[in-house]
């Protein structure tokens, strides 16, 4: 299975801090790579596809960029509402895996 | 709009089968191009792909899982299942169905889970 592993587990930041999650995968995955966000109780909801593609209905505040191996998710300016968990998932390969998650917390 | 809702028992004994239903709304689930899909994540933890049913009603199932879960489909209720047998109190999860999709770019098909339900908490105890 390929490992995903991301950086930090936690993080506190200030609404309007520009902010920076990385996710390491355990071999190439190429651009096989998707980000979700998931709120207290609630569903994952997904955000970038294909490493940097944004879903439709997402905040241009949200982009992602590597491939290969690097990938990373970066909130140009945090706002309130994106105070929440952050799940990066290979689909490079079955089974599909996930990373133990990015918890952004107020500071 | 599409929506999913996991429904089923939210206490399961050791040892016996948990059993969940997903609801699909707003899409058939016999139309072409989608993988109905179940994912759990436990307390306090990540999120663990079990497996998924295309609409051609082919199965893959995570190899940790694939000896102790079925998913079937009910294409008349617009539903998909999930069945995982001999379940300890490691399975106790929140369980989510999920659409998975692909997304193509010309060159390559990028699966996603872009639609999923709300969650179902499952409990193994007696």
């Known amino acids: 299975d390929i490992q995903m592993t991301q950086s930090p587990s936690s993080l506190s930041a200030s609404v309007g801090d520009r902010v920076t999650i990385t996710c390491r995968a355990s071999?190439?995955?190429?651009?096989?790579l998707n980000w979700y966000q998931q709120k207290p109780g609630k569903a994952p909801k997904l955000l970038i596809y294909a490493a940097s593609t944004l879903q439709s209905g997402v905040p241009s505040r949200f982009s992602g960029s590597g491939s290969a191996t690097d990938f990373t998710l970066t909130i140009s300016s945090l706002q309130p509402e994106d105070f929440a968990t952050y799940y990066c998932q290979q689909s490079y390969s079955t089974p599909w895996t996930f990373g133990q998650g990015t918890k952004v917390e107020i500071k | 709009q599409v929506q999913l809702q996991a429904s089923g028992p939210g206490l399961v004994k050791p040892s016996q089968t948990l059993s969940l239903t997903c609801t699909v709304s707003?899409?058939?689930?016999?139309?072409?191009?989608?993988?109905w899909t179940w994912i759990r994540q436990h307390p306090g933890k990540g999120l663990e792909w079990i497996g998924y049913?295309?609409?051609?009603?082919?199965?893959y199932y995570n190899p940790s899982l694939e000896s102790r879960v079925t998913i079937s489909v009910d294409t008349s209720k617009n539903q998909f299942s999930l069945k995982l047998s001999s379940v300890t109190a490691a399975d106790t999860a929140v369980y989510y169905c999920?659409?998975?999709?692909?997304?193509?770019?010309?060159?390559?098909?990028?699966?996603?889970?872009?639609?999923w339900g709300q969650g179902t908490m499952v409990t193994v105890s007696s």
């Open positions: 071999q190439s995955i190429t651009y096989f």
């Open positions: 707003g899409v058939s689930i016999s139309s072409g191009g989608y993988y």
């Open positions: 999920a659409r998975a999709r692909n997304y193509y770019d010309g060159s390559y098909s990028y699966l996603t889970f872009d639609m």
């Open positions: 049913i295309s609409y051609s009603g082919s199965t």
